[in-house]
C-alpha cells in the first residue's frame, strides 16, 4: 500500500483510501500492538531466560522481580544431568527421520492431489484431514497397544512411526497446494522439448515445489520437536524426548521451574530461529494449507 | 477397415483409463496407506475395544459396561463436561481476540510487518512451553503475583483452580495466532472498495467492522472456531499440567486409565466419545466449506 509513505500533512490527498485512518491514529496502533506483543511475549520470554539462568544456589523467590543473582549452574547441568542431554540427543534424532520419511510419503501423494482429476477426492481429503482432527489421546490409545503387540512400545522405531502419523497431513497439504499452483503450461513446455517423466519431476517439478517442500519440511521437522502425547504413551519410559522431560518437570507441586526452564530454551531456540529463517517459506498460503482451507 | 479404426481407439483408451488408475493408486499409495495402517486400523480398534472386543488380558464380549460406566460414574462424567466447557470457552475468547486483532492488521501502521511476524511465534511454542511460559507470569510465584504483593495485593489462584482459569489462559495464548492466520487470510480477500465505499457513505469503523468485516469472513470465523474447538477438546499436556485434581479433563483421565489401570477398554470408550464429537463438528466444518465453495462459483 502506498498510503504508508504518505506524510501525515497530506491526509487530504486523494490517494488516500476512505478507510485508512491518519498517521497519529497508526502510530497509536503501532504502540498499541507493541505494547500488547510485550506483555503477553515478550516478558514471558525474557523471564522463562531469566529462570534458566537463575542461581541455585540463592534461588529466586517472592516477591523477587528479578533474580538475586544469575549463573550458569542450571546450563551447566544440561551436560552433568545425563537425563537432558540424552533427551536432547533423542529429540534431534527423531526430528530428521520423522521429516525425511514424511518427505517420502507426502510427495508422491501430494502431487496425485495437487495435479491428478481422482475419484473419490473428497473421501481421500477427509482421511488426510482425520489426524489433523483427530485428538492424539485417541490415536495414542490406538497405537499404544498396537504397538504393545507388535513390540514398537518404548523404542525409537515405534516414536518415529507415531510421530510421522500426526505431522504427516500437513506436509502432503502443503505439497499438494505446491503442486497445484506449478503452471501446466511449465510441465507441457517441458514434455514438447522431450522430457520424460523422470526428467520432468528431477528439473521442472522438484525446484518449483521446493519452496513448499522447505515449509512443509520445517512444518514436520518443529512438529516432531514439539510433539508429546503420543511419544508419552508410546516412548515412555525409554524414549525420552525433551517435551516429556519437561512435562516431568514442570508436572506435579514440586516443579523445578530451573531445568524446565533450560528445556524450554532448548526447544524453544531452534523453533523460533526457524521461524525467522523461513519467513519467506512460511508465506500465509502455507499455512493457511497446513491449518485451513481444505 | 472402419471398425478395426473405431475398435482400436476405445480399447487404448480403455487401456490408458486403467493405466491412469493405477498411476493415481501407486501415487496415492505411500500417504494414504501409511494413514490407514496407523491411523484407521488403530482408530478402528479403539471403537471396537470400547464395547468390550478385542480386549487385552481378559476375554473378548461384546459390553456396554464401559459406556454405562461414562453415564454413571461421576468423574467420567464430570471430564467430559469439564472438557467442553474449557473448549467452548477458550473457543469464544479466542475468537473475540483474533478478530480484532486481524482486522486491526489489515490496516498498515508502522511496524507491522514486525508484528505479523512476532504473532506467529505461539504458532511455533510447544505446548508444554507455552504452560511454562504463562506459568511464570500468572502462577502464585509469578511475576504479576510478585508485583501485586509489593502493594499488599493478594494474586488469585489461578492455576489448578476449579474454573480450570490457568488452562483457559494458556489454551487461549496458544490457539490465537492459528485464528489470526485463517481470519486475516480471509479478511484480507475483502476487497477495499466494500469498506471504503461504506466509509464515504458516512459508516464509523466500527460500523465497517461489525457490518462489513465479520459477515464477510464468516466462513473464515466458522472454520478457525471448528478447529480450536476441536483441538482444545481432546487437548492433554495443558490441562494434564494445570489442571485441579478434579474436575480432570477427559484426555488426562484417558491418560490416567491406560498408563495407571492399563484399563484400555474404558479409555477407549472414552476414546471414541471424543472421536464422535469431533466427527460431528468435522461433518459441519465440511458442510461450511462446501457451502463458502459453492458461494464462490
Known amino acids: 500500500m502506498s498510503t504508508a509513505e504518505l506524510p501525515g500533512g497530506m491526509a ?38 531469566l529462570w534458566s539462568f537463575v542461581n541455585p544456589e ?51 501423494t501430494g502431487y ?71 503452471p501446466q503450461d ?24 521446493k519452496p513448499g517442500l522447505v515449509a512443509g519440511g520445517l512444518f514436520t521437522f518443529i ?17 525420552q524426548t525433551l517435551p516429556v522431560l519437561l512435562w516431568a518437570y514442570l508436572g506435579g507441586r514440586s516443579s523445578i521451574f530451573t531445568y524446565a526452564a533450560v528445556v524450554t530454551m532448548v526447544l524453544l531456540a531452534p523453533t523460533i530461529l526457524l521461524l525467522f529463517i523461513a519467513e519467506r517459506a512460511l508465506k500465509q498460503e502455507y499455512l493457511a494449507a497446513g491449518f485451513g482451507k481444505v | 477397415m472402419e471398425q478395426v479404426t473405431v475398435a482400436l481407439p476405445q480399447s487404448s483408451r480403455e487401456r490408458i483409463r486403467r493405466h491412469e488408475w493405477l498411476t493415481d493408486l ?86 507491522r510487518s514486525i508484528i505479523s511476524v512476532l504473532y506467529k511465534i505461539p504458532l511455533v511454542v510447544p505446548s508444554l512451553v507455552a504452560a511454562f ?58 476487497p477495499q472498495d466494500i469498506s471504503a465505499a461504506a466509509r464515504n457513505l458516512g459508516a464509523t469503523p466500527w460500523q465497517v467492522f461489525s457490518n462489513i468485516t465479520v459477515p464477510l469472513s464468516l466462513p473464515g470465523i466458522s472454520a478457525a472456531s471448528l478447529l480450536v474447538f476441536i483441538g482444545v477438546f481432546g487437548a492433554f499436556s495443558i490441562p494434564s499440567l494445570l489442571g485441579a485434581p478434579y474436575p480432570s479433563a477427559i484426555s488426562v483421565i484417558m491418560s490416567n486409565e491406560v498408563l495407571e489401570r492399563a484399563n484400555w477398554a474404558q479409555a477407549s470408550a472414552l476414546g471414541t466419545i471424543v472421536t464422535a464429537v469431533s466427527a460431528v463438528v468435522l461433518y459441519v466444518y465440511y458442510r461450511l466449506i462446501r457451502r463458502q465453495e459453492a458461494a464462490l462459483r
Open chain 2, 26 to 111: 501407486a501415487l496415492l499409495a505411500p500417504g494414504l496407506g501409511y494413514l490407514l495402517i496407523f491411523m484407521v486400523v488403530p482408530l478402528i480398534q479403539v471403537i471396537l475395544r470400547g464395547v468390550g472386543l478385542l480386549a487385552i488380558g481378559e476375554p473378548s464380549r461384546l459390553t456396554l459396561d464401559f459406556y454405562r460406566q461414562v453415564v454413571e460414574n461421576k468423574i467420567l462424567r464430570d471430564s467430559i463436561l469439564f472438557s467442553l466447557y474449557f473448549a467452548l470457552v477458550t473457543t469464544a475468547v479466542s475468537l473475540v481476540l483474533a478478530l480484532i486483532v486481524s482486522a486491526l492488521l489489515q490496516i498498515q501502521f508502522p511496524g
Open chain 1, 223 to 239: 512438529g516432531s520437536l514439539e510433539e508429546f502425547v503420543l511419544t508419552f504413551i508410546v516412548g515412555m519410559p525409554h524414549v
Open chain 1, 112 to 182: 496425485a492431489l495437487g495435479r491428478r482429476r481422482l475419484k473419490a477426492r473428497r473421501t481421500i481429503e477427509l482421511l488426510i484431514l482425520a489426524p489433523i482432527i483427530l485428538p492424539g489421546i485417541v490415536l495414542a490409545t490406538g497405537l499404544g497397544s498396537m504397538f504393545i503387540r507388535m513390540g514398537l512400545s518404548h523404542t525409537i522405531l515405534g516414536v518415529v512411526l507415531v510421530q510421522t502419523v500426526v505431522v504427516l497431513p500437513f506436509m502432503i497439504r502443503i505439497v499438494a497446494a505446491t503442486f497445484e499452483g506449478v
Open chain 1, 186 to 209: 511449465l510441465i507441457d513446455a517441458a514434455r514438447n522439448l522431450g522430457a520424460g517423466p523422470w526428467a520432468l519431476t528431477r528439473h521442472v517439478l522438484i525446484p518449483m515445489v
Open chain 2, 133 to 190: 511460559l504463562v506459568l511464570t507470569i500468572i502462577d502464585q510465584g509469578g511475576i504479576i503475583a510478585r508485583a501485586l504483593s509489593r502493594y499488599g495485593i493478594e494474586w488469585p489462584e489461578l492455576v489448578h483452580d476449579r474454573w480450570g482459569l490457568g488452562i483457559i489462559m494458556v489454551l487461549v495464548w496458544h490457539n490465537v495466532p492459528i485464528m489470526i492466520v485463517i481470519l486475516s487470510a480471509v479478511m484480507s480477500a475483502i
Open chain 1, 12 to 49: 487530504e490527498a486523494p490517494r488516500r483510501s476512505a478507510g485508512a485512518p491518519r498517521m497519529p491514529m497508526r502510530w497509536l496502533l503501532t504502540l498499541g500492538f507493541f505494547g500488547f506483543a510485550t506483555i503477553v511475549l515478550v516478558i514471558p520470554l525474557i523471564v522463562g531466560v
Open chain 1, 58 to 108: 540463592h534461588g529466586w523467590f517472592p516477591p523477587a522481580i528479578v533474580p538475586p543473582s544469575l549463573s550458569l549452574a542450571n546450563w551447566r547441568a544440561m551436560l552433568s544431568v545425563p537425563e537432558i542431554g540424552q533427551a536432547f540427543f533423542m529429540s534431534f534424532l527423531i526430528a530428521p527421520i520423522v521429516t525425511v520419511l514424511c518427505s517420502a510419503l507426502a510427495l508422491p
